[in-house]
């Protein structure tokens, strides 16, 4: 296996939240696992109202508003874990949770105990408890995958053609800043490059190459958005060697140079 999952713990806590406690609106600068062990409660994230009871969570995105709201007659205990990698998104992905759809549900509401327990007795050591705190975390975001995967597996297995778009996706989004071909990813999920073209135009899709570009394209505009990171820079992040190949393409999906769309961004953020 090639991939490789860089995960950073940062805090995690349980609390037994009195009637009508508020936290928000505010934001937070990593991700956060969110479960509910007793009572319910409401957030508001992304500009929708939701309502969690016993053995519900959501996922919390770094830089998003949010506003939670424990019930006044049924108040929730909560836990979090906050963490950081660039691999999460993806992760988070294979169990279909993305920006705009946050929210889980586990079968065994008790299954975090044992690892909150964990997590205290680490905090707890004098000797070596940041590696066993780090440790437990890839341990804890396994073990809630394969929770979260366990009915998605009961499921219906999707088409073979909806399958191999899926794949080909998947790789696109975890190796767009690679040095990546067409041919490559059509051997990578063992089919034909042509084949692979004419999955994407059955299911209506653009053409994979056309996919590719739109992904690094949109990526680039994030980092643009990052004041310290040059054009080059930028290019490299996303792919490009050839930092006016990448200026080139850029002006063809975006309508203006990298320089000219940056200049427009931060114009209409002062706007504001």
Same mark, same amino acid.
């Given at each position: 296996?090639?991939?490789?999952?860089?995960?950073?713990?940062?805090?995690?806590?349980?609390?037994?939240?009195?009637?009508?406690?508020?936290?928000?609106?505010?934001?937070?600068?990593?991700?956060?696992?969110?479960?509910?062990?007793?009572?319910?409660?409401?957030?508001?994230?992304?500009?929708?109202?939701?309502?969690?009871?016993?053995?519900?969570?959501?996922?919390?995105?770094?830089?998003?508003?949010?506003?939670?709201?424990?019930?006044?007659?049924?108040?929730?205990?909560?836990?979090?874990?906050?963490?950081?990698?660039?691999?999460?998104?993806?992760?988070?992905? $294979?169990?279909?949770?993305?920006?705009?759809?946050?929210?889980?549900?586990?079968?065994?509401?008790?299954?975090?105990?044992?690892?909150?327990?964990?997590?205290?007795?680490?905090?707890?050591?004098?000797?070596?408890?940041?590696?066993?705190?780090?440790?437990?975390?890839?341990?804890?975001?396994?073990?809630?995958?394969?929770?979260?995967?366990?009915?998605?597996?009961?499921?219906?297995?999707?088409?073979?053609?909806?399958?191999?778009?899926?794949?080909?996706?998947?790789?696109?989004?975890?190796?767009?800043?690679?040095?990546?071909?067409?041919?490559?990813?059509?051997?990578?999920?063992?089919?034909?490059?042509?084949?692979?073209?004419?999955?994407?135009?059955?299911?209506?899709?653009?053409?994979? $190459?056309?996919?590719?570009?739109?992904?690094?394209?949109?990526?680039?505009?994030?980092?643009?958005?990052?004041?310290?990171?040059?054009?080059?820079?930028?290019?490299?992040?996303?792919?490009?060697?050839?930092?006016?190949?990448?200026?080139?393409?850029?002006?063809?999906?975006?309508?203006?140079?990298?320089?000219?769309?940056?200049?427009?961004?931060?114009?209409?953020?002062?706007?504001?």
């Amino acid at each position: 296996m090639n991939e490789r999952y860089d995960l950073t713990y940062f805090y995690s806590g349980k609390e037994e939240c009195y009637p009508g406690h508020t936290w928000g609106p505010g934001v937070k600068d990593s991700y956060k696992l969110v479960f509910v062990h007793e009572g319910c409660g409401t957030y508001f994230l992304n500009g929708k109202l939701h309502h969690l009871h016993k053995g519900q969570g959501f996922v919390v995105y770094p830089d998003m508003l949010l506003c939670m709201k424990a019930d006044e007659t049924d108040p929730w205990t909560h836990s979090w874990l906050a963490f950081h990698g660039d691999c999460i998104e993806s992760l988070l992905e $294979q169990v279909h949770l993305t920006r705009e759809a946050p929210v889980f549900e586990l079968s065994d509401s008790t299954w975090y105990d044992p690892w909150l327990d964990q997590l205290q007795a680490a905090h707890a050591m004098n000797r070596n408890g940041v590696l066993v705190i780090h440790s437990l975390l890839y341990l804890i975001v396994a073990s809630w995958l394969e929770e979260l995967l366990a009915p998605i597996m009961r499921q219906p297995a999707p088409r073979a053609k909806e399958l191999y778009v899926r794949k080909a996706t998947e790789y696109m989004k975890a190796n767009y800043s690679n040095k990546l071909s067409i041919t490559e990813l059509a051997s990578r999920i063992g089919i034909d490059r042509i084949y692979l073209s004419a999955l994407f135009k059955e299911l209506g899709l653009q053409s994979p $190459q056309a996919y590719l570009l739109q992904l690094r394209m949109d990526k680039a505009c994030e980092l643009m958005r990052n004041p310290e990171l040059t054009v080059s820079e930028i290019a490299h992040s996303v792919g490009y060697q050839d930092p006016l190949l990448f200026s080139k393409m850029f002006k063809k999906r975006k309508g203006a140079s990298p320089s000219h769309y940056r200049q427009t961004m931060n114009h209409s953020s002062n706007v504001r």
